[in-house]
């Protein structure tokens, strides 16, 4: 029998690894959390629903249990806390509508609350450039858009979607698979139920293009398949 602790860190390093193991994350683990709950501190909690969110396995009964210990508890937590109960509650809002809609009215403080973290928006030189790009391929786009609570690098509007453009830093991806990471997949995952479709470059690749010229073609391959492009000259734009 595992404790609270070996519990959570297991939910939360499958999430983080993107590893969905059903069997265990929505099976054998959320039973043996249930049944030793009254044993979790409120940062173990966040560990293992932030792990199970992140992993794309919701169990009803052992979320609305969890919740509720936490909110017992009464620990806020610092920001780190924060975030992971803000993407975990987000997470139950978008795709798990039916955990909330019957939520008691103790919960509403922690719903709130949820609205108080707000996403990094801060500007990036490549961000100028990125919009330059755009608007060489006479693309309906903008640069650092925010939907819910993500901020994509280049928003580009295609009739009734939107083509979400994010330029993914190496670390939110497996260093040797090169595959998306738990958050980063939880992003794509968020995006799309919102009718953003989540379209990812490497960072590092993008910036050690030779060229803007070369840049415009990275760009002009990934939106292709979505959306006509019509090519200006640079001095143009």
């Known amino acids: 029998r595992h404790p609270p602790l070996h519990l959570a860190l297991i939910a939360h390093g499958f999430g983080k690894a993107a590893a969905r193991e059903e069997n265990l994350l929505a099976g054998s683990l959320p039973d043996a959390a249930i049944n030793s709950m009254s044993g979790f501190t409120?940062?173990?909690?966040?560990?293992?629903?932030?792990?199970?969110?992140?992993?794309?396995?919701?169990r009803e009964d052992l979320f609305k249990s969890a919740l509720e210990e936490y909110i017992r508890l009464g620990s806020v937590g610092g920001n780190k806390r924060k975030r992971m109960m803000s993407?975990?509650?987000f997470s139950l809002v978008l795709e798990q509508p039916s955990?909330?809609?019957?939520?008691?009215?103790?919960?509403?403080p922690m719903l709130e609350r949820v609205k108080e973290v707000h996403p990094n928006c801060q500007a990036r030189p490549y961000h100028?450039?990125?919009?330059?790009?755009?608007r060489a391929l006479s693309l309906r786009a903008r640069a650092r858009r925010r939907k819910g609570p993500y901020?994509?690098?280049?928003?580009?509007?295609?009739?009734?979607?939107?083509l979400a453009i994010h330029l993914y830093p190496k670390e939110e991806a497996c260093a040797l698979s090169?595959?998306?990471?738990?958050?980063?997949r939880l992003?794509?995952?968020?995006?799309?139920?919102?009718?953003?479709?989540?379209?990812g470059l490497r960072r590092e690749e993008w910036l050690q293009l030779p060229n803007t010229e070369a840049r415009i073609d990275a760009l002009d391959a990934i939106v292709s398949p979505y959306v006509a492009t019509r090519?200006?000259?640079l001095e143009q734009v």
């Open 42 to 58: 409120p940062k173990h909690i966040a560990c293992l629903l932030d792990g199970l969110t992140l992993a794309g396995c919701f």
């Open 87 to 89: 993407r975990v509650i």
């Open 99 to 108: 955990f909330i809609d019957a939520a008691p009215m103790s919960w509403q």
């Open 128 to 134: 100028a450039e990125l919009d330059r790009c755009a």
């Open 151 to 162: 901020f994509v690098d280049l928003h580009v509007a295609v009739g009734d979607i939107a």
């Open 178 to 184: 090169g595959e998306p990471l738990g958050a980063a």
């Open 187 to 199: 992003r794509q995952r968020h995006l799309n139920s919102m009718q953003w479709k989540y379209l």
């Open 231 to 233: 090519r200006r000259p």
